[in-house]
């Protein structure tokens, strides 16, 4: 049974830590998304990537998260330093060129 | 700017009442429209893909459609394991090398027995 896996699936830091969320997507799949979910926000893309290329990562404060594809078998989301505000749920999801994606289970992020 | 909106934000049904929820929708050319379900604690869980005004898919209790302006998901005598939030997005022509994918809020579906 397919599916993309995530971790950590929840993480507590304090605010100024780092923090680094992995995804492996579904083998075979050359899209890869991180997405954030809030209950004002809804779901809100972060990045994308095609064959391992970042194709658009302009939902991302630049100055403390980036995004990279070290391989096609892991992407990793990476804040730092952490703040409050960055309390949220983060969603990876994985698809094949222009169809739809499917999620992970998601990181639960708590930063106090 | 590609926008989607949700109606209800809550609904409410008792067990076998058939309703429907709305996603209207304003994009530079639609590629797209999704339809996921998401259950508490998880990630989204695909249900159908729309392509063009009229058409129509169908799963089980749920069925899709769509217009030029929105699309609705139709519920027919919904079970409580039908609730759910239930999110629409909508993916746009190719613009700038890729085509974006953007969500709306969502619906919260409870169907009590």
């Known amino acids: 049974d397919a599916r993309v896996t995530q971790t950590p699936r929840h993480k507590v830091t304090e605010m100024g830590q780092e923090v680094t969320m992995r995804c492996q997507p579904i083998l075979g799949h050359n899209t890869v998304f991180w997405y954030r979910q809030t209950m004002m926000q809804g779901l809100e893309l972060l990045a994308y990537?095609?064959?391992?290329?970042?194709?658009?990562d302009s939902g991302m404060p630049k100055d403390r998260f980036s995004a990279e594809m070290p391989d096609a078998t892991l992407a990793t989301l990476k804040i730092q330093p952490s703040e409050p505000r960055d309390s949220a749920v983060y969603f990876c999801?994985?698809?094949?060129?222009?169809?739809?994606?499917?999620f992970g289970q998601g990181t639960r992020l708590t930063v106090v | 700017e590609d926008q989607v909106t949700q109606s209800p934000e809550a609904l409410r049904l008792q067990e076998g009442e058939s309703s429907s929820l709305n996603c209207s929708y304003t994009v530079s050319g639609l590629r797209g429209l999704f339809w996921y379900r998401q259950d508490p604690g998880k990630g989204p869980e695909f249900l159908f893909t729309l392509y063009s005004a009229g058409e129509e898919k169908e799963k089980e209790r749920l069925k899709a459609t769509l217009t030029k302006k929105e699309s609705f998901l139709h519920i027919t005598a919904p079970k409580p394991e039908d609730s759910a939030t239930y999110l629409c997005a909508v993916q746009a022509h190719w613009v700038g090398g890729y085509q974006k994918v953007t969500f709306g809020i969502g619906t919260k579906l409870q169907v009590i027995p």
């Open positions: 999801a994985s698809g094949l060129g222009y169809t739809e994606a499917f």
């Open positions: 990537f095609r064959n391992r290329a970042p194709l658009d």
